[in-house]
């Protein structure tokens, strides 16, 4: 069958089932669940056929949407090895998520709307993965804001997810503002919007460079928006109010590697723009830095893999910053896989002992071992610890980063990411060890006890993924490298020399071991540098995330304020003024009319006369 | 000087001085009295002009039903006692006045039916009641028709303004 | 003989003292019986004119305001009592109910 169709089935089949759950959800009841895996399972297995034959060269196919004048929008599909690549990562994580769920949000309210929110999510990531337009991926992006919006605030009679929801859509949405002028700009300058061409021909379709800088630019802004990037980060952490699944699904695994994807679709776009990539590495540099920090103060499990997940997108744009688009590309996937598990893990964590605070978890070795299993495995990929997937990748861009500072003389960004490889192997062992190995420092009356088959199912499936998708680097997985290669012409990248890796990976277990003496010898005790000056100050700058969070609130009141008082000022003293005016004027006018009025007919009378006169002298004069 | 120049200038005047006295004389029902010899007056000056019929409409009408109705409307409303603002005329000077205003009329009825030289009508044209008649109800006739509806209008309508309604304490 | 001059002009003299007593009189009958004379002077107006061109329609017309006059007068003295019986005066200066 031709290819094609299968890329319009796989975001199609789940978007249009997705009104089913709601409508039908009271009669189907489970049966819902069962919609959403079912078609789900398709697009996989759609994608998974993808995978093993794709077409040779990249294809394209599209349908014209709306025509003006000379100008046509198109919808429009474009299948190559990264988008089969995403869709397949996609469409796979949400299959195991879906079936976690079943258990998870088996006694929840408001079941198919989840379920709807969750299969318009899939569908809307998908068509977002295999879109071949411009104008296409925007309307799923957005769609995939909505989704997130709506899943972040599932609980939304509790204020703290509803502020969260709406935050989120709100900080995104600023980044989408610099998306549509970016597309705008592109289709004033190429007069098309079809990737094919836009990636194929970058210079052809832009011709001034600066115009492409500025569209690169814009594009990346909406990126940082999706992605958690410094500046629209600010989002990130508060959506973990949602369900732990969606923070799983979207929040780790596909929407916010939407961001990565967008600038890894339009490479060979950044590539001819100048300054692009560089200011897209030095964000994502920086981001994942700055993460790593916030995520070594916060006692919330699920925020501190929120932080982790903003630091690992860094690591992915800085990698394509520095010219690791396959590194890049291959962490996306790593990250996917064993981040959705760090997720899983803590989401059964939390269903059993009903609190997110790590102070009050801990002593689940025993009982819950496939759980503490995965939370385990998943920290030692993030530490980037051969020889599970997370060490390929983010040896890989760690190396192009050393190498960039060879080539260009600017070390910053591999100061950056091998810093924060150090903080981040700390906080996640601080974590794994506060939650999972040490007792609970506050006593807790739940008991631990193992999740079902239902949620350590798709646990165990991770782990095992999470060791065997790194060897699909090595030259065992030669087939694999196809797909993340940027293009079959380029020379696949080489392996960074043995003395950067045996660098990197010492700095992780620096980390590990930092933590250990930390947490669990208390040789250091935390509490001590906690009090210090430097400590303290540092612990605020963190954990109020670098005042980003105030800085906004503060703009934001500020510019409400100026507008709201300038338009209270027109409408009190203009318009009211105006309409006071009127009466005013009416009545005063009134009073002086009055006069007249003195209910004597002798006056009348004389009135009446010296109308009758007035009439004829006009009657005679005209 | 002929007769005619004397009895226009004798109405004229006297119907001046009537009209006068209605609007100056301070008792109301002197006032009265003037507009009846004013009325009348004026129905001499149209018999002097020709058409004895308008006269004799004139005085039917006015001085047969408006001045009784207006009678009717000072006798009702008089509160106060008369204040003399000008001289009132005497008793006998009322008389006097009354009578010749009274002799003139009748004067002239009889000096149109007897000698019937003395009013100004060109010839032609006989200005009697059949003439009028024929004028009034073939070019006049819708008039006609619409004054006979405003005058019964008139009438019903003043008696019911004035009914006295239930429940009145008057 | 007398010019049509003089008639109108004594019409005119008679439309005046009318005129003035309706402008000035505070009793409201008094007011009535101005209007009246009022009414006259324009008929005499009208029966001038009949008798100087020797058209009927004149006196017709005469006719007519006599009718008339006869039928507001009759509304009017229904007024007057009207205001009598409610205002216990006639006193046109003393009813400003429609004041202001």
Known sequence: MNPLIYAWLIPGIPLVLTPIPILAGRRLERGSGYIAIGSIAFSTLFSVYLLIRPPLTPAFQSVSWIAFGTGRLSVGIYVDHLSILMSVVTSGISLLIQVYSLEYMRHEEGLPRYWTEMMLFTGSMLGFALAGTLITMY?????????????????????????????????????????????????????????????????????????RTAISLLVFFAATGKSAQIPLF???????????????????????????????????????????????????????????????????????????TMSQLGYMMAGLGVGAFSGSVFHLLNHAVFKSMLFLSAGAVLHVLDTRDI???????????????????????????????????????????????VSTGDYVVYILTLGAAAITAFYIFRAFFIAYVLPPRVSRDREAKEVPLVMTLPMVILIALTFITGWLWSPLGDFFQPYVRYSPLLPFESEPALYLIVVSVGFALLGIGLSYITYVRRTIDPEEVNSNTLGSALRTLFS????????????????????????????RCVLDGAVNGIARLVTEAGEKVRITETGRVRNYAAAVLVGIVILLILFVVI | MDLTQITFYAIAILASVSALGVVASKDIVRAASFLIVALSMIAALFALLGSLFLSMVQLMIYGGAVIVVILFGVMLTRREEPKSRIRQLTRSENLAYLGFSVLLVLTLAFLEYRIGGLYLRPEGIPADSQAIGIVMYSQYRGVVIALAGLVATAGVGSIYLVKRKRGDSS | MISLFQVVLFSTVLFAIGLYGVLTSRNAVRML?????????????????????????????????????????????????????????????KIKELKG
């Not at chain 1, 709506?150 to 509803?162: C, K, Q, V």
């Not at chain 1, 597309?183 to 079809?194: D, G, K, R, W």
């Not at chain 1, 508060?238 to 695994?253: C, F, K, R, W």
């Open chain 1, 139 to 211: 309307v799923f992006w957005e769609l995939v804001g909505v989704c997130s919006y709506l899943l972040i605030g599932f609980w939304y009679t509790r204020p703290e997810a509803a502020a969260a929801a709406k935050k989120a859509f709100v900080v995104t949405r600023v980044g989408d503002v610099g998306f549509l002028v970016g597309i705008v700009l592109l289709y004033l300058n190429a007069h098309t919007l079809s990737l094919a061409q836009v990636i194929n021909q970058p210079i052809n379709a832009v011709v001034s460079p600066q115009m």
């Open chain 1, 234 to 308: 600010t989002w990130l952490p508060d959506a973990m109010e949602g369900p732990t699944t969606v923070s799983a699904l979207i929040h780790s695994a596909t929407m916010v590697a939407a961001g990565v994807y967008l600038v890894a679709r339009l490479y060979p776009f950044f590539l001819v723009s100048p300054y692009a990539l560089e200011v897209v590495a030095l964000i994502g540099s920086a981001s994942a830095f700055v993460a790593a920090t916030m995520a070594l103060v916060s006692f919330d499990l699920k925020r501190i893999l929120a932080y982790s």
């Open chain 1, 359 to 405: 102070r009050e978890m801990g002593g689940l070795l025993r009982r819950m071992k496939v759980t503490s299993l995965a939370f385990l495995v998943g920290a030692l990929s993030l530490s980037g610890i051969p020889p599970l997937n997370g060490f390929f990748s983010k040896d890989d861009i760690v190396g192009a980063a050393f190498s960039y500072g």
């Open chain 1, 544 to 571: 109020k995330g670098y005042y980003f969070d105030d800085a906004y609130d503060a703009v934001a009141k500020a510019v409400s304020y100026v507008i709201a008082g300038g338009i209270d000022y027109f409408d």
């Open chain 3, 33 to 93: 019986m101005s209007i009246e004379i009022l009414l006259n002077s324009a008929n005499v107006n009208f029966a001038a004119y009949a008798a100087y061109t020797g058209l009927l329609q004149g006196i017709v017309a005469a006719i007519i305001g006599i009718a008339v006059a006869a039928a507001e007068s009759s509304i009017g003295i229904a007024v007057i009592l009207l205001l009598d019986k409610n205002f216990r005066t006639v006193d046109l200066d």
